[in-house]
T-cell receptor, first 114, second 115 residues
Framework: AQKITQTQPGMFVQEKEAVTLDCTYD???????LFWYKQPSSGEMIFLIYQGSYDQQNATEGRYSLNFQKARKSANLVISASQLGDSAMYFC???????????FGAGTRLTVKP | DSGVTQTPKHLITATGQRVTLRCSPRSGDLSVYWYQQSLDQGLQFLIQ???????AKGNILERFSAQQFPDLHSELNLSSLELGDSALYFC??????????????FGPGTRLLVL
């Protein structure tokens, strides 16, 4: 069964600094997608970035980038130049091509300090 | 704004009651997914519909059911409600059926409180 692990329950970062949120996954399916979502205190789930298992390059979306290490089964989210508005819960998720069930990690609560 | 709408935003009800949550997917999306987010279980996939047909089932209780209508909106019905059903229920949508490579966009959620 697919499993997503986020080992950091909480992280702190100084405003304007970069931060890395860890995510490891477990799957035997060669084809899958990895996703990161942000959940601010208001509750909505905001899509941030996507990485396909066959993508050769790391995904980037503005200040977000995904450090994809396929052999290590890790998909860490890097947020550059942190802003106060980045304070939120961040969830890593995976969905296999052979399984419609998207699984989420437990999340990491990021706090950006002024 | 993801383009996915959910109503109501908040719902307070009593144990044993039945409620219906409604979701409208993004324009052009054929797949709708329902998720439950609770403090103890985290985010759990409940069920997926594609163009009106059920496609995948996750950890959905028998007391819960869903359907997707011809206009592609979906409803999640929760019956014989228990205190433990209190949670944030999300609807998400995606273009089609291509699973792993497809991004799901989430609605704002319905916060259900069972008293």
């Amino acid at each position: 069964a697919q499993k997503i692990t986020q080992t950091q329950p909480g992280m702190f970062v100084q405003e304007k600094e970069a931060v890395t949120l860890d995510c490891t996954y477990d799957t035997s399916d060669p084809s899958y997608g990895l996703f990161w979502y942000k959940q601010p205190s208001s509750g909505e789930m905001i899509f941030l970035i996507y990485q396909g298992s066959y993508d050769q390059q790391n995904a980037t979306e503005g200040r977000y980038s995904l450090n994809f290490q396929k052999a290590r089964k890790s998909a860490n989210l890097v947020i550059s130049a942190s802003q106060l508005g980045d304070s939120a819960m961040y969830f890593c998720a995976m969905r296999e091509d052979n399984n419609n069930d998207m699984r989420f990690g437990a999340g990491t609560r990021l706090t950006v300090k002024p | 704004d993801s383009g996915v709408t959910q109503t109501p935003k908040h719902l307070i009800t009593a144990t044993g009651q039945r409620v219906t949550l409604r979701c409208s997917p993004r324009s052009g999306d054929l797949s709708v997914y329902w998720y439950q987010q609770s403090l103890d279980q985290g985010l759990q996939f409940l069920i997926q519909y594609y163009n009106g047909e059920e496609r995948a089932k996750g950890n959905i209780l028998e007391r819960f059911s869903a359907q997707q209508f011809p206009d592609l909106h979906s409803e999640l019905n929760l019956s014989s409600l228990e205190l433990g059903d209190s949670a944030l229920y999300f609807c998400a949508s995606s273009v089609g059926l291509t699973s792993g490579q497809e991004t799901q966009y989430f609605g704002p959620g319905t916060r259900l409180l069972v008293l």
